[in-house]
């Protein structure tokens, strides 16, 4: 019985810091409101977590660990169906960012809520996050690199990191929410729009993403079209 106590007090905090970190941000969060809405002392927190870093660490990591089995389960498959064959690239995207965006369907995966903190916490994250973050979940990253380097022969595979990283970046900022979206007054969006929508959401963002995945190769100057330009004009 004082096990079970045990682990329901261990929940009750998790959810309670979950929902003000997401609210408030790490920095903004204190552990006396966490103890308070959780309806315990400051020993108990100590006694779970150890220390207020700590907590949020177990926070990500209930969610995040199972994403990170979803998301191999689910490159796993699709790489053994195709066999020798590289992926479609929207079958990597999908996989990844897809199965991110329908955790919040699931309230028992933290629903909506996780997403916003987690989409807050990658567009103003603290420096022991960033770092934790990478380091637990690099080989999950390396895993879909590697899928969009066979799926791109044609694509540097310098190009291929840095547009894997503008997707993480509109998808961190979608799930953080529509207040950036709604500082722009002057543009007019439909009044379903104005709501949280993850069936319009899913759909819009993938369309994006696979956009920019696609989109033609930069051109850059090069030391000797620089020069080129110089003699002409002279």
């Known amino acids: 019985m004082v096990e079970v106590r045990s682990i329901d007090t261990r929940e009750r905090i998790l959810d309670t810091a979950e929902r003000l970190f997401m609210a408030h941000g790490y920095e903004g969060t204190s552990m006396r409101q966490i103890t308070s809405e959780a309806a315990v002392n400051l020993a108990a927190v100590n006694y779970h977590f150890g220390s207020k870093e700590s907590l949020m660490e177990e926070v990500f990591r209930r969610r995040l660990d199972w994403l990170s089995e979803e998301r191999l389960r689910a490159l796993d498959e699709m790489e053994a169906q195709a066999g020798d064959k590289p992926l479609k690239p ?5 996989a990844f960012f897809g199965t991110l965006l329908r955790m919040a369907e699931d309230e028992n995966r ?6 916003r903190l987690l989409g ?9 996050i ?3 973050l990478a380091h637990r979940y690099v080989h999950v990253m390396d895993r879909f ?7 791109l022969p044609d694509v540097p595979k310098a190009e291929i990191v840095w547009r894997f990283h503008f ?3 509109a998808t961190s900022y979608a799930i953080a929410g529509t207040d950036t979206l709604r500082l722009v007054t002057d543009w007019q969006i439909e009044a379903a729009d104005k709501e949280d929508r993850l069936d319009r959401l899913l759909p819009r963002l993938m369309s994006f993403l696979l956009g ?3 989109a033609p190769l930069p051109q850059f100057d090069t030391p000797e079209s620089q020069e080129e330009r110089a003699a002409k004009a002279a």
């Open 90 to 94: 929207s079958q990597i995207v999908d």
């Open 110 to 115: 933290g629903g909506m809520n996780f997403l």
């Open 120 to 128: 807050r916490t990658m567009t103003e994250p603290s420096e022991f």
């Open 130 to 132: 960033r770092a934790f």
């Open 145 to 151: 690199k590697e899928a969009l380097f066979k799926a």
């Open 167 to 169: 997707m993480l970046g």
């Open 212 to 214: 920019g995945l696609r």
